[in-house]
């Protein structure tokens, strides 16, 4: 494959040991015993999510620097970081690569891209899709809830739903990894699932009916792909002991699939009505409990002034150190630091 193969090429070698001799340069008199380790990451959301689990594990014989790769342009991406980092004769000694699975990790050793990341030490991933899973973990957004509306009222549980969402998409997942597993990317892409696993009906006092809407959805896709291609349904089941080793099982799908279309087609689409919800009862409560005119102006204009947008919330999101994939990458990097004594 042509993206595979582009890997294989040694590219801006001097780059980016020329950068870290400069950087060393400029270290204060106190850092002059320290080492820096440069991590390079895909995009500029990046940066915040790597610079604070590096946060983690940094340790007095190092100083980590979160960086988009360079080489002279604004190229960003999986590719880029990979194409910069992993022939690098640096790489390891003052140089990181740290990106997001996407599907990489589900698949295994199946690919050049996927190998790297599943074998080479230096080369640090998400286990989730994106960093937008870590975002809408599910034990998370509650937080967000409250952060965004001010307002300290469950009238939604996250938990189950997207565990009863991850249920139902599941097979249907399974099919996706099949067919990217075997170098198939048409014969149902991602864009298929994530428009069939959408929410196109939205209630969050009806939770149970949004859930049968995918699941209709969902039914009527596995039902085309069996009956097209019927015989891969036994090949597309055996990928189950698999993936669990992974940590995918049916009530965890959320985390491993396309983290915008989680994102944007299913938790977003529950945050913004539930936020509405709250701030409409809070400002009803201010009302009824003003005792003049100018009083509910000013709690109103206070309140209002003080809400933060759900999805802005949402993207700031970095509650999620006790999910288990945030723990697997906390590990890599220890083993990394352990490593280097």
Excluded at 12 to 18: D, N, Y
Aim: aromatic share 12%.
């Amino acid at each position: 494959m042509k993206n595979e193969e582009v890997l294989k090429h040694r590219l801006t070698k001097h780059v980016s040991s020329k950068y870290v001799d400069a950087a060393n340069a400029m270290r204060s008199k106190r850092d002059q015993q320290k080492q820096r380790v440069v991590a390079y990451v895909e995009s500029y959301d990046d940066i915040a999510f790597w610079r604070s689990i590096l946060e983690q594990v940094n340790h007095d014989q190092l100083i980590f620097e979160v960086k988009l790769p360079g080489n002279g342009n604004l190229n960003k991406g999986k590719k880029q970081v990979l194409m910069q980092t992993i022939d690098h004769e640096s790489l390891g000694k003052n140089m990181i690569a740290c990106v997001d699975s996407d599907f990489d990790f589900l698949l295994g050793d199946a690919t050049r891209t996927s190998s790297i990341l599943n074998q080479n030490p230096f080369v640090f991933q998400t286990y989730a899709y994106a960093i937008e899973n870590f975002q809408c973990f599910a034990d998370s957004l509650h937080e967000v809830v409250v952060k965004s509306t001010l307002v300290d009222r469950r009238n939604f549980d996250f938990n189950s739903f997207l565990e009863e969402w991850s249920k139902v998409v599941f097979p249907l997942f399974l099919w996706t990894v099949y067919y990217y597993k075997n170098y198939d990317t048409h014969s149902y892409p991602m864009y298929a699932f994530n428009k069939a696993t959408m929410l196109h009906y939205v209630n969050h006092r009806n939770p149970e009916k949004m859930i049968d809407a995918v699941k209709k959805s969902v039914t009527k896709e596995l039902n085309i792909l069996i009956h097209r291609d019927h015989a891969a349904q036994k090949q597309v089941d055996l990928l189950i002991p698999e993936m669990k080793q992974k940590g995918f099982v049916p009530e965890t799908s959320y985390l491993y699939v396309q983290g915008h279309h989680l994102m944007e087609g299913v938790v977003l689409k529950l945050l913004q009505p539930i936020c509405a919800e709250l701030r409409k009862e809070q400002e009803l409560e201010i009302k009824r409990l003003a005792m003049h005119k100018v009083q509910e102006q000013n709690e109103l204009a206070s309140y209002q002034h003080s809400q933060i947008d759900a999805e802005l919330m949402l993207r700031k999101n970095n509650d999620y150190k006790d999910l288990y994939l945030y723990q697997w990458v906390i590990r890599d990097l220890e083993d990394f630091l352990q490593q280097r004594k």
